[in-house]
């Protein structure tokens, strides 16, 4: 049982390791962008991009989710994950690119009046990109390949970067050449993706092993992790489209720079969770869960509520330093979303433990309590205190969910709170002796 825990805090934090690269890329896509658009375009961005955001969040079914669980517990084979997640991921974004266009012809004179259309129409070309991204990122995920699903993020955030700086400021074509930047990024994650699976993965593509069986044994699991996918992405987002509606498109630009900032805790927890669901869905050892899940959470809450304080004490020099003064409210922004964030990023750690269990009906049950006390405080808060309303009404929102999330896993594994929310002695042991094994490898390579 030792040598699993070190094996898979091992992995974690190697994979913690490269998705670093991560985190200093997408810092750099969001000043890049966040200074050459202003705070207005860089609200209109963001209300753009959530167009096929929502799209394929709402229409992929659950099929990314499922796909984990499947090929991990290996009751789909590599072959028919690829070829039928190809067609299932192609065929959902024609669906989906159909209905955007009828929704900008059908909201464009009120929604969408202040957006040119034709970038919104532009924004539509994404959807393919994105759909095959999440379905072939989660075949990484689900035969443990965590170095290529990690490269694969890397490679469309880089490409994004490069796009970005080549047509915001080589091309000079600002709101469009971002649009761009954002649908070039997905084209090459996915053509590296491709790339990778049949050359070092043996994965082959037919239509031949495209399985009606298997997609249905997906759907029927995939559509409850849907839902509460749905209603996660809808407790993350409507905070923005609020905003969009009540308020201007500047105010929606420097809540997102907030956000987006806020958002790179979850960094860490997304980093184990990606080894940890695949690990607990291919488990059936009770005690094997219970052990990972808990350690992961006490490794997570401590780390995040440090990096917390060192954020809240530097948040005004960063902004200062890379953004205009008027993005300087960000930064009140972001210390409004801490506390929230923060808990957020444990919940992650259970929700992926439960979904894992093959209960995902129970992160959705929780996803439709937030979704409703969202936007409850965010119709309240937003109209009398505007885009500081809509950080107070999230952070609550993710505290409420925390509690709620802790409950149930407490009574799911039968373990105690301060088993998966407090460090304990073994843990920093544990630590200390995977830190001297790095350091002994170091030293041996060098």
Same mark, same amino acid.
């Given at each position: 049982m030792?040598?699993?825990?070190?094996?898979?805090?091992?992995?974690?934090?190697?994979?913690?390791?490269?998705?670093?690269?991560?985190?200093? &890329?997408?810092?750099? =896509?969001?000043?890049?962008? +966040?200074?050459?658009?202003?705070?207005?375009? $860089?609200?209109?961005? *963001? #209300?753009?991009?959530?167009?096929?955001?929502?799209?394929?969040?709402?229409?992929?079914?659950?099929?990314?989710?499922?796909?984990?669980?499947?090929?991990?517990?290996?009751?789909?084979?590599?072959?028919s994950a690829f070829s039928t997640n190809i067609i299932i991921g192609l065929g959902l974004a024609i669906v989906s690119m159909l209905i955007g266009v009828f929704v900008i012809y059908l909201l464009s004179e009120t929604k969408?009046?202040?957006?040119?259309?034709?970038?919104?129409?532009?924004?539509?070309?994404?959807?393919?990109?994105?759909?095959?991204?999440?379905?072939?990122?989660? &075949?990484?995920?689900? =035969?443990?390949?965590?170095? +290529?699903?990690?490269?694969?993020?890397?490679? $469309?955030?880089?490409? *994004? #970067?490069?796009?970005?700086v080549l047509f915001l400021f080589l091309v000079d074509i600002h709101l469009l050449g971002a649009i761009l930047s954002f649908i070039l990024g997905y084209v090459c994650a996915v053509l590296y993706m491709i790339y990778y699976l049949i050359k070092y993965s043996r994965a082959s593509f037919s239509f031949k092993n495209f399985s009606s069986e298997h997609m249905k044994e997906m759907l029927i699991y995939g559509i409850k992790a849907h839902v509460s996918n749905i209603m996660t992405f809808l407790n993350y987002r409507l905070d923005v489209l609020l905003l969009g509606y009540f308020l201007t498109n500047s105010a929606v630009g420097v809540y997102t720079v907030a956000v987006n900032l806020g958002e790179r805790l979850s960094i860490f927890s997304q980093s184990f969770s990606q080894v940890l669901l695949p690990r607990i869905a291919s488990s059936d050892i009770e005690e094997d869960r219970n052990k990972i899940t808990s350690m992961l959470s006490r490794f997570i809450l401590v780390l995040v509520i440090a990096v917390s304080i060192l954020i809240i004490l530097f948040s005004d020099?960063?902004?200062?330093?890379?953004?205009?003064?008027?993005?300087?409210?960000?930064?009140?922004?972001?210390?409004?979303?801490?506390?929230?964030?923060?808990?957020?990023?444990?919940?992650?750690?259970?929700?992926?433990?439960?979904?894992?269990?093959?209960?995902p009906e129970l992160n959705m049950y929780v996803s439709f309590v937030n979704v409703v006390l969202n936007v409850v405080l965010n119709l309240i808060f937003i109209p009398a205190i505007g885009v500081t309303g809509a950080a107070i009404s999230s952070s609550i929102t993710y505290f409420v969910s925390f509690i709620i999330k802790s409950f149930i896993y407490k009574s799911v594994t039968k373990q105690k709170f301060s088993d998966f929310l407090l460090i304990k002695k073994e843990d920093i042991a544990l630590l200390l002796k995977i830190y001297r094994r790095f350091r002994y490898r170091s030293v041996v390579n060098k």
């Open positions: 030792k040598t699993q825990e070190n094996s898979f805090l091992s992995n974690s934090i190697i994979t913690l390791t490269r998705q670093v690269v991560s985190i200093v &890329i997408g810092l750099l =896509i969001l000043f890049i962008m +966040a200074k050459g658009l202003g705070p207005s375009g $860089q609200g209109k961005y *963001t #209300l753009i991009t959530y167009l096929p955001l929502m799209l394929m969040t709402f229409l992929n079914f659950g099929f990314n989710s499922s796909t984990v669980f499947f090929v991990s517990r290996k009751k789909v084979s590599l072959n969408f009046h202040e957006i040119d259309t034709s970038i919104l129409f532009i924004s539509l070309l994404a959807l393919p990109g994105m759909f095959l991204m999440i379905f072939l990122q989660t &075949i990484f995920q689900g =035969i443990q390949d965590f170095k +290529a699903f990690n490269s694969a993020l890397v490679v $469309q955030q880089f490409t *994004t #970067l490069f796009f970005l020099f960063v902004i200062h330093l890379f953004l205009d003064q008027e993005y300087m409210k960000s930064s009140l922004l972001l210390k409004l979303l801490l506390p929230g964030l923060t808990v957020l990023t444990v919940e992650k750690i259970l929700s992926n433990d439960l979904a894992g269990r093959g209960m």
